[in-house]
């Protein structure tokens, strides 16, 4: 008999459900139970004084053991405005098949205090319990709910000990031990009867194995009076998070990209088998976290300008050149084998990464591993499975990889066929009848193989006890699967980007599409809910790259190479009267177009003056210019000098951009009459041409747009977001908040415990030049740099005036300054930073070997992983020294142990 008809004949049990809650609303809000996480099926609550709110309501099952989860949600109408945060939500069991009304007392739920305590990163797997279930003839039951996170780790349970009989009575070896029945989720229901009307008790954390008490809670008792229940009523009173006197649990670890890692057996760049020797060597030196760089496909042309690992095709898929071969079959013909192992060694003993020549032979290989096991390896029923649980992108993904090599192109605009999405006609393309299929099934090979070794290297870094901590880019690419079969949620016609900073002063594009977070809140963010779930299946942390960009992106019109003509979207623009009401006398040709004078470019192009007359501008009066109509962009301008790659020739594109970029105000998107002051104009000629009257004015107009105008419409923008996506998933959420960052930011990271990024040389008080390490939040991620920066020993040597500063402000040492950063000051500042408050002190590899000046790299520049002001920068950076190498140095392992353990970070 069917499943379905075997429920069909199981009667179905009612069962009454009471909710009680405290909580204070505004006129015209109420509140509603939503059951299971399903709002469209929420339960309306009533009150008579705005404060407490309650309801009955039937529930009808035929599963009596069932675990029911519920969240409290403030809604307007049938607008839900609010619901309580965490990824926990509160739950109980209908337990016992007597028990037929449940009385539930609640309080609305905040996240937990130490809300990072109950991530995935704090949490090893371990087996959970049903809730304990008492005899048939129990009347009534009283249920005790508590969250508690840690205590698996301590090999700790958690129980209650009371002042009455049923409790133990105090006694240290009688406490009632409690379920964990969801990780960090402890319950214990008793026979109410044998409960006094009132009585005292304590949540105390005891022994695993033996039920002996080993802490108390630190707090006076808490006191319980029953309410009287009829027979078949169970009473939860309101759940309550348990502390104990435990000191803050502080990691260190080590920031490297996948690509650097380098062992004997590598194939020229580091790959999932790598990774797994790499967290044994973390954990061997008393590191608890490891955190890489995006490792998503990235395989657009071919060529080495896909090494930029932020530019994904696919949010889901794995790069093909981090597959350990080692971990495949070799191939039968020994020849061929022999010709795969000299090239491996060639590209292996290489620096730097030579990333088209990895690729090709990494690909050679997996086809022919395909070739010898694929038909077996997709008939079997673990791929099947696979398959299952990702066909929703992996056929697609498969099907653009396809036709991205018979196209010779990933811009799908530019394909033969299939240019516009359909999931019919590509399922068919997909069909394993069809033709074609061996070279679709082929990137199903090389993904489940990328899946199996990266959940076994997650696998071990559990099991060694090291937090591995992805990167989740902010964009994808323009020619990508998620842009090909859902563009519906992208802005194509503007380039994703950052305004000028310290990494590059006429900012950065990325050239990514925008999001179109209007049609994404339709259904509650899915596409980041999916992408975020994905990638909890192996990492138990992540870093949200660029999370300003969830409260506004930089936003950079297409025609623009640079980003300083971009603004911010969503944002307020300013209409002509509201920019006159700041005292600045609106003149839209003047302050719109760039202005070029002789003067300017007298000045900026020199003896070539002249030929910018001729060529490229075209004279209006006086000695007024505008940009010919076919040099009138910059990338029209791109266009003219591409090949040219001479010193002259990039200079005067330059010069060119700049004149483009000369204006005071930039026109919105979608609402061209209304205007963004344009940003760091101050250091530009049309700025010197205010008098110095307008100059106030515009400052005082730039400084409210920019610093003061926004705050409250991000936060709510970024609220709108960020905790649907954080709590989606258990995993610790950090946040790149470097840059540009409005007063907002903080509000949301502190209230939703993500956390900064602190990097002392770019502090975030206004008028340090170095980050206080005394002062970073506890919820932070402290780090001497980031792979957009210099090393430590690289920074050290760049600006002597600053180094001495440092050199004397901050290490507080005398006398003439080292050119370069000797192996004492390298250790000094680690020591410091692993000295913070931070709870992750997390430092680039490069920064770890500083310490010691026989291991380290001699050129310390050499050791820079990207640098942003250059779109076209090759990540190529590897380690200099094989992992077993560095296995083999005990005394650095020792020393990085010993600076660890000094700091209270293992």
Not at 106 to 117: G, K, N
Not at 551 to 556: G, L
Not at 694 to 718: I, P, S, T, V
Request: proline share 6%; glycine share 6%.
């Amino acid at each position: 008999m069917e499943q379905e008809q075997i429920t069909k004949l199981i009667p179905k049990k009612t069962m009454k459900l009471t909710f009680r809650i405290r909580y204070r609303t505004v006129w015209g809000e109420n509140l509603r139970i939503i059951l299971n996480e399903e709002e469209n099926n929420s339960i309306p609550l009533t009150t008579r004084d705005g404060v407490i709110w309650q309801n009955s309501y039937e529930y009808f099952t035929t599963d009596i053991e069932k675990v029911i989860t519920y969240r409290y949600g403030v809604f307007r109408g049938e607008t839900c405005v609010r619901k309580e945060f965490g990824a926990i939500p509160h739950s109980f069991y209908l337990g016992n098949a007597q028990q037929t009304h449940y009385i539930l007392d609640d309080c609305w739920r905040e996240l937990p205090a130490d809300f990072h305590r109950y991530s995935s990163a704090f949490n090893l797997p371990h087996p959970l319990s049903r809730p304990n279930k008492l005899p048939d003839g129990v009347g009534s039951c009283v249920t005790f709910r508590a969250l508690c996170p840690g205590l698996s780790h301590k090999k700790q349970a958690l129980a209650i000990s009371g002042s009455c009989n049923a409790l133990g009575n105090w006694d240290w070896f009688r406490p009632i031990r409690m379920q964990e029945v969801a990780p960090n989720v402890w319950h214990l229901t008793l026979d109410a009867s044998s409960l006094p009307p009132s009585f005292e008790y304590k949540f105390v954390a005891v022994n695993a194995e033996t039920g002996a008490v080993e802490e108390w809670e630190g707090r006076p008792n808490r006191t319980f009076h029953i309410q009287p229940l009829m027979r078949g009523e169970t009473y939860l009173p309101m759940e309550t998070e348990v502390f104990f006197n435990l000191p803050p649990q502080k990691i260190a670890g080590c920031a490297i990209p996948l690509f650097s890692i380098r062992s004997e057996g590598s194939c020229g760049t580091g790959d999932f088998g790598d990774l797994k020797s790499f967290i044994d060597w973390a954990a061997d030196t008393g590191q608890q976290a490891v955190q890489l760089l995006p490792i998503n496909d990235t395989s657009g042309n071919g060529g080495w300008m896909d090494s930029y690992p932020y530019s994904a095709i696919s949010i889901y898929a794995f790069h093909p050149m981090y597959i350990d071969l080692r971990q495949l079959p070799e191939p039968e013909d020994k020849e061929e084998a022999q010709l795969f192992e000299t090239e491996r060694r060639k590209l292996n003993a290489q620096p730097l990464l030579d990333y088209e020549a990895v690729n090709k032979l990494k690909l050679a290989y997996l086809r022919t591993a395909f070739r010898q096991e694929g038909d077996e390896v997709l008939s079997s029923e673990e791929f099947l499975s696979f398959f299952a649980h990702n066909e929703s992108w992996l056929q697609p993904y498969a099907a653009f990889c396809y036709l991205r090599d018979l196209n010779h192109t990933p811009d799908f605009h530019q394909w033969s066929k299939y240019q516009t999405y359909d999931a019919a006609e590509i399922a068919k393309l997909c069909n394993p009848e069809n033709e074609v299929y061996p070279k679709i099934a082929f990137h199903y090979y090389i993904q489940y193989q990328l899946h199996k070794q990266l959940l076994d290297a997650a696998s071990h870094a559990r099991q060694r006890g090291v937090i591995l901590k992805g990167d989740i880019p902010i964009g994808i690419s323009r020619c990508s699967v998620e842009a090909w079969t859902e563009p519906y949620y992208f802005n194509m016609n503007g380039q994703a980007g950052a305004p000028p900073d310290a990494f590059s002063t006429n900012g950065q594009n990325w050239g990514f599409p925008t999001y179109n977070w209007e049609v994404m809140e339709k259904d509650n963010y899915l596409w980041w809910r999916k992408r975020f779930a994905k990638m909890a299946e192996y990492f138990t942390a992540y870093r949200i790259d660029h999370i300003l960009g969830f409260f506004r992106i930089w936003e950079i019109p297409t025609h623009s190479v640079h980003g300083l003509l971009g603004h911010f979207v969503p944002a307020l623009p300013m209409s002509e009267e509201e920019i006159r009401s700041f005292g600045l006398n609106f003149r839209k040709d003047f302050m719109t177009r760039p202005f070029i004078c002789d003067y300017m470019l007298n000045t900026m192009f020199g003896d070539r003056s002249d030929e910018v007359r001729q060529t490229f501008v075209r004279h209006l009066h006086h000695d007024l210019y505008a940009m010919r109509p076919e040099f009138d962009t910059q990338r029209k301008v791109e266009a003219y000098f591409a090949g040219k790659n001479d010193e002259e020739s990039l200079k005067m594109k330059e010069g060119l951009y700049s004149l483009i970029s000369d204006v005071l105000f930039v026109s919105d998107r979608d609402h061209p009459e209304l205007y963004h002051p344009r940003i760091c104009v101050q250091n530009d000629f049309i700025f010197k041409q205010l008098s110095g009257k307008e100059q106030e004015a515009f400052n005082h107009l730039y400084n409210h747009y920019y610093y003061q105008r926004h705050n409250e419409f991000w936060y709510q923008e970024a609220m709108k977001k960020l905790p649907v996506l954080t709590q989606s998933t258990p995993m610790l959420v950090c946040g790149e908040d470097l840059g540009m960052v409005p007063e907002c930011v903080a509000w949301v990271m502190e209230r939703l415990q993500i956390l900064s990024l602190e990097i002392q040389r770019m502090p975030k008080a206004f008028g340090q030049e170095f980050g206080r390490l005394c002062d970073y939040p506890f919820h932070s991620v402290c780090s001497t740099g980031t792979h957009d920066m210099s090393t430590l020993r690289g920074w050290w040597e760049e600006d002597p005036a600053v180094t001495e500063r440092f050199y004397r402000q901050e290490l507080g040492c005398w006398g003439e300054v080292p050119r370069q950063a000797s192996g004492w000051i390298c250790k000094e500042i680690i020591r410091r930073h692993l000295n913070s408050p931070s709870l992750l002190c997390i430092l680039p590899w490069q920064d770890w070997m500083a310490i010691d000046e026989k291991l380290r790299n001699l050129d310390a520049a050499a050791e820079r992983i990207n640098i942003p002001a250059n779109p076209h920068h090759y990540w190529r950076w590897r380690m200099h020294l094989t992992l077993e190498e560095l296995a083999e140095h005990k005394d650095l392992s020792s020393e990085i142990r010993t600076l660890i353990q000094e700091a209270g970070r293992e």
